[in-house]
């Protein structure tokens, strides 16, 4: 199967660390890991790892480390397509110390605030042979274009509310978004459900960290258990739960495929970085 993934690649500098830094105080890390990161782009490696094809359109375009990732991104077979590939462009990094202690962990980053496409000639073929489609909202006026004359089903990686995205919610088919997740006007998990259900949306869940995955799915709800591990690094966890959706989505009905896939994402959990764990199979 192949799947298409579409919004942010940064730059990942991740550092493991015994107590997150003071003002003015310099601490020495444990360990430190370099690798290509955002939402679209862990999900699409994830995709990759589980025996698909994976192919990531995003922002790069020309500058002193995109080798970096390009070779990170290579190594986990995913096909790139950088939509500004002939310009000069700043990277995205991100700077993150994960707590030893509890895995919990603090990003510094840009995003994709200062580096958004408004339209683009894209290919043809773009979505040819193409499964499923998973957009992260960081590029919003992209995403529009590839989805909405596409009929293939759709993931949105819900992270945090960004402005636009009800731009894309008439071609979304399902939604997957965090506890930060709230839409204009939404405070409660009621009010977010219903936000989303006002765009015809069947399929609705809500991640909560090491709390149950609380789900809509045409008409009912429901709650799925997260099974209780020893956390060493939450980093990515949440795009790896979409990376995982994507894959078992294909195979399984919207409950069994969240499930699988927070098994997986705990997995992700219980070692350093955003790679390692794939390492340990």
């Keep these: 199967m192949t799947g298409l993934f579409v919004g942010l690649t940064t730059l990942d500098l991740i550092y493991l660390v015994k107590e997150f830094p003071q003002p003015n105080q310099k601490i020495i890390a444990l360990e430190q890991s370099i690798a290509a990161g955002g939402p679209a782009t862990n999900a699409a490696i994830t995709y990759s790892y589980l025996g698909n094809k994976s192919k990531l359109v ?43 202690s ?3 962990r603090s990003v510094v980053s840009l995003n994709s605030t200062y580096n958004q ?7 043809d073929d773009l979505l040819m042979g193409i499964d499923l489609v998973l957009v992260d909202g960081h590029q919003i006026a992209i995403s529009q274009q590839i989805i909405q004359k596409q009929t293939i089903p759709v993931v949105l990686d819900g992270g945090s509310w960004k402005a636009g995205l009800e731009i894309l919610l008439p071609h979304i088919t399902y939604v997957i978004c965090s506890a930060d997740f709230y839409p204009p006007g939404c405070q409660t998990i009621k009010e977010i459900f219903a936000y989303l ?20 799915c045409k008409g009912k709800y429901g ?18 739960l ?4 994507c894959h078992y989505i294909q195979e399984y009905d919207f409950v069994s495929a969240l499930q699988k896939a927070s098994i997986i994402a705990s997995k992700s959990c219980q070692s350093f970085g ?8």
């Design 102 to 104: 509890n895995g919990q």
């Design 58 to 100: 995003t922002i790069l375009g020309v500058n002193s480390i995109n080798h970096l990732i390009e070779n990170d991104l290579t190594n986990y077979k995913v096909e790139l397509l950088d939509l500004n590939k002939n310009k000069s462009s700043s990277a995205v990094v991100s700077s993150i110390l994960v707590k030893q």
């Design 223 to 240: 709650e799925i258990p997260i099974k209780t591990i020893k956390a060493v690094d939450t980093l990515g966890a949440g795009d790896v």
């Design 197 to 216: 259900q006002g765009f015809s949306i069947d399929y609705i869940a809500i991640s909560q960290g090491q709390d149950p995955i609380i789900y809509y």
């Design 274 to 281: 955003t790679r390692k764990w794939m390492e340990r199979d």
């Design 242 to 245: 979409h990376g995982a959706f």
């Design 117 to 123: 496409v408004e339209s683009i000639d894209l290919p």
